[in-house]
């Protein structure tokens, strides 16, 4: 076997041990799932991470665990917590501390690696990345029901008669994590900037928000703003001001919020690609228009970030199957012509992300094993 094909079959097995994560990385015929590991691991490093599991927080494992597996291959447990070290600042694998002790996983695609390689993208990375999403990784997402974040509406667009949950109530969300708490620029809009196709709706990119663990990690490898609670509302309320979709992490304690536009936001623009993005989101509202009130200025038809709403007759009408029920609407209609309905089912958060991706595993088995009794 030459060098070449050596290193095609040590990115092959690492493409193969990451898609038995809940949300696989497949291959793709055109390369692109190869090319992309290329970026994010040596080769070296890339024989490490099979030997990895995929953790969030409560399957991440300790340096000790790993080496049992990974001696065979006769690596020192020195280099071996030197090449973990060194693919946690890549921002390739998981990791955290806990109790004294590192710990490490594989992570997933998104959200995980790629949001991971926030202020040092490159040209090469963002074709790759960009070629494998849209080829392989969504398509995976979308089959296994993958979302991992949900739509809370805006602070203004909610009224009382709503009895909004505390996980769709943006103040009390945040008393579910003690922080730290972390002001990340946005990834994604940072690929827009790579590509010379700058945000349409912000010119900031400190906009994402982390909690917890999640905020520690990217504390710790400078990938982030160590901030107060009251920074985190302070920047929740501009993003809220300029029109962006509220999403935080679909758990019910706090991890991430994002904050959303159309134009850049890997979930939403490819929402909106999809025929009904607000039978596929996760969220508890939809907006409705009352055509007594509206007078057709089309304040809402710019704000709408999934291009939900236009004017008809010169009123607005709001298309439900593309609502995604965030309220920059209702909080920005000047003649408060739009509510906020509940929608008939309302859902409630995993209680944490392990347990989404424990639902995502079980989706996933599903789906193996009806195909296999086609076969």
């Known amino acids: 076997m030459s060098y070449v094909e050596e290193e095609i079959e040590i990115y092959r097995n690492l493409q193969k041990h990451l898609n038995q994560m809940p949300i696989g990385f497949p291959a793709v015929k055109s390369g692109a799932d190869i090319r992309l590991l290329k970026h994010l691991f040596t080769p070296e490093e890339a024989k490490i991470a099979t030997f990895l599991k995929f953790g969030w927080d409560r399957d991440l494992e300790p340096l000790e665990t790993i080496y049992e597996r990974a001696k065979s291959t ?44 926030v202020n040092k993208l490159t040209e090469g990375f963002v074709d790759d990345y960009l070629e494998y999403a849209d080829q392989g990784w969504w398509p995976e997402a979308l089959k296994v029901k993958g979302a991992q974040l949900r739509t809370i509406p805006v602070e ?93 992490d679909d758990s019910q304690h706090l991890n ?29 509202y939809y907006a409705e228009v009352d055509s007594e009130l509206c007078t057709g200025c089309g304040t809402c038809v710019d704000i709408c970030q999934m291009n939900a709403i236009s004017l008809k007759n010169e009123l607005s009408s709001i298309k439900r199957r593309k609502c995604l029920g965030c309220g920059n609407c209702v909080a920005k209609c000047p003649s408060e012509a739009i509510i906020l309905n509940k929608r008939e089912r309302e859902f409630t958060p995993y209680p944490t992300m392990d347990d989404l991706f424990d639902r995502i595993r079980y989706r996933k088995h599903k789906i193996q094993e009806i195909a296999s009794r086609k076969v």
């Open 156 to 248: 203004q667009s909610v009224k009382p008669k709503h009895n909004v949950s505390t996980y769709d109530d943006l103040i009390k969300l945040l008393d579910t994590t003690e922080g730290p708490y972390v002001a990340i620029n946005c990834v994604c809009r940072q690929v827009k900037d790579v590509m010379k196709d700058p945000c349409k709706v912000t010119s900031r990119r400190e906009l994402c928000l982390g909690f917890g663990e999640p905020a520690q990690l990217y504390i710790d490898q400078g990938w982030g703003r160590s901030i107060s609670k009251k920074e985190v509302l302070e920047i929740l309320r501009k993003n809220e001001d300029d029109g962006l979709v509220i999403q935080p």
């Open 256 to 284: 991430f919020i994002c904050s959303c536009c159309g134009c850049c936001c890997e979930f939403l623009s490819t929402l909106k690609k999809l025929a009904s993005p607000g039978n596929f989101s996760i969220t508890n």
């Open 74 to 117: 006769g690596i020192s447990h020195e280099e071996l917590e030197k090449i973990l070290d060194r693919l946690a600042s890549k921002g390739s694998i998981m990791s955290k501390r806990e109790s004294g002790r590192k710990l490490y996983g594989n992570a997933e695609l998104m959200v995980g690696m790629f949001e991971f390689q």
